[in-house]
């Protein structure tokens, strides 16, 4: 499996970004996805997941700005970034989970394939 993202970049505090990330390779059993970032020095850290039926989970300092989805059709994963803060600053990266039995929505990303990351940038 090989993930793609994009949509990343330099915006100002209180700006919107949508990012996605697009699947290809062997498909066929990518289960739950997720969205993730990392600051330089710091570990990887969740920003949310989401099951192939739709069901979601975010980090408690994201949610109701983010919005995670995918399009199961196309083998794509979305986050939709709202009122933006500097602190959102980081490399992200998507997150799939190759596993036709799974159906929910932690797992652990170790277990899953990674995408090259997409810079976010937020200036105040």
């Known amino acids: 499996v090989q993930l793609v993202e994009s949509g990343g970049g330099l915006v100002q505090a209180g700006g919107s970004l949508r990012l996605s990330c697009a699947a290809s390779g062997d498909t066929i059993c990518i289960s739950a996805m997720g969205w993730y970032r990392q600051a330089p020095g710091k570990e990887r850290e969740l920003v949310a997941t989401?099951?192939?039926?739709?069901?979601?989970n975010y980090a408690g300092s994201v949610k109701g700005r983010f919005t995670i989805s995918r399009d199961n059709a196309k083998h794509t994963l979305y986050l939709q970034m709202n009122s933006l803060k500097p602190e959102d600053s980081d490399v992200y990266y998507c997150?799939?989970?190759?596993?036709?039995?799974?159906?929910?929505?932690?797992?652990?990303?170790?277990?899953?394939?990674w995408g090259q990351g997409t810079q976010v940038t937020v200036s105040s």
């Open positions: 989401i099951t192939t039926g739709g069901s979601t």
């Open positions: 997150n799939a989970l190759r596993d036709c039995g799974y159906t929910g929505s932690y797992y652990d990303p170790r277990r899953g394939y």
